[in-house]
């Protein structure tokens, strides 16, 4: 007997990131049902559907599509099923379709996810680095000096970072993360789920040397574990902190010049300089 046709809306569905394995058996029969097919890469997502057997059409949907063809494909949900599918893993992660969903969403269409493969996920697991919490970065601009801030302005993140790369900008990913992040453990995941998958483990440092000679092929994710816990800083060290400060500042300025160098709550100095200052 014949499935029945899926209720009209967008479904946004996670496709293998490697092994053709991993499509997960919702998937295959959403997009065997679905009305039609945003693809990424027409050509890639094609030999996909092949292997399951969908002959639904297609249309591209990626980075330089329109907001005439966004409003076009939003227009058809009331009355069409409309699978979402990136080339690999899911959609949304590192591509441009969550506007297509703002859009649906805002024109109060029906939206599904049918989840499934996602490298970022998968890395993590396999990387050996601290999971409870992660922040998810895409990929670093591919000029240094935007890369260079982009770093900074997640030095201070107390989380895993996750980063997709690709092979021939590798080595300098991997030198400016050294640069901008200092000593962490850090892994290189390539080719997950593929026949030659592997996870190379150890410091940035470490790491950069190791991919300067060669770029490597196939799809990267690197996992940069999180700081180093600061130590606590105890009374004793702040009041010599403070009693050297207080030496040629006044008490607010001390406390402020003392809670940035240690990494306090300028409360809790500011508090203690004016302790120290009227027992001087």
Known sequence: MNDPPLTPGLYIVATPIGNLGDLTQRAATTLCRADRILAEDKRVTAKLLKHIGATAPMTAYHDHSDEQLRDKIVSELATKAVALVSDAGT?????????????????????????????????????????????????????????????????????????????????????????????????????????????????????????????????????????????????????????????????????AAVAEALDIPRKRAYARALERSASR
């Open 91 to 255: 959609p949304l992660i590192s591509d441009p379709g969550y506007k297509l969903v703002r859009a649906a969403r805002d024109a109060g269409a029906n939206i599904v996810t049918v989840p499934g493969p996602c490298a970022a996920i998968a890395a993590l697991t396999v990387a050996a680095l601290p999971t409870d919490r992660f922040l998810f970065a895409g990929f670093l601009p591919s000029k240094s000096g935007a890369r260079a801030s982009a770093i900074g302005e997640l030095a201070s993140v107390r989380a895993s970072l996750v980063f997709y790369e690709a092979g021939p900008r590798l080595h300098e990913a991997l030198v400016a993360l050294a640069a901008g992040l200092g000593e962490r453990d850090a892994a290189v995941v390539r080719e997950i789920t593929k026949l030659h998958e592997d996870a190379v483990t150890g410091t940035l440092a470490e790491l950069a040397e190791k991919y300067s000679a060669a770029a490597p092929r196939g799809e990267i994710v690197i996992v940069v574990g999180p700081p180093a816990e600061r130590a606590e800083t105890s009374d004793d060290d702040l009041d010599q902190a403070l009693d050297e400060a207080l030496e040629s500042m006044s008490a607010s300025r001390a406390a």
